[in-house]
């Protein structure tokens, strides 16, 4: 899969170095990953949540979460955020398109 934007993977550990090393293994596994359909992708990701268009992963145990669009027909990976868990709760990523 096609990861749309590291950067925001970057700027999260920037402002949180605790997440660096579990975010750059998140985006290894994906980056390799060949996902056609959300049961495959549930294989690698079994705690992933499909929220409307945006798929929910949990990173760090529930620590952070990512929110992306997962496009498996173009086989890419929208990175919209990356959050806290106490910033997943207060629910303003569920506006992103």
């Known amino acids: 899969m096609w990861v749309i ?26 980056d390799t990953a060949d996902w056609s359909d959300w049961g495959e992708l549930r294989q690698t990701f079994p705690s992933a949540d499909s929220v409307g268009l945006l798929t929910v992963f949990n990173i760090g145990g529930n620590t952070y979460r990512l929110v992306a669009r997962v496009e498996f027909e173009k086989r890419r990976v929208y990175v919209r955020r990356v959050i806290t868990h106490a910033e997943y709760h207060a629910n303003d990523w569920k506006h992103d398109p």
């Open 5 to 30: 934007s590291r950067a925001r993977l970057r700027e999260f550990w920037f402002r949180h170095p605790d997440a660096e090393r579990r975010l750059r293994a998140w985006y290894q596994i994906v």
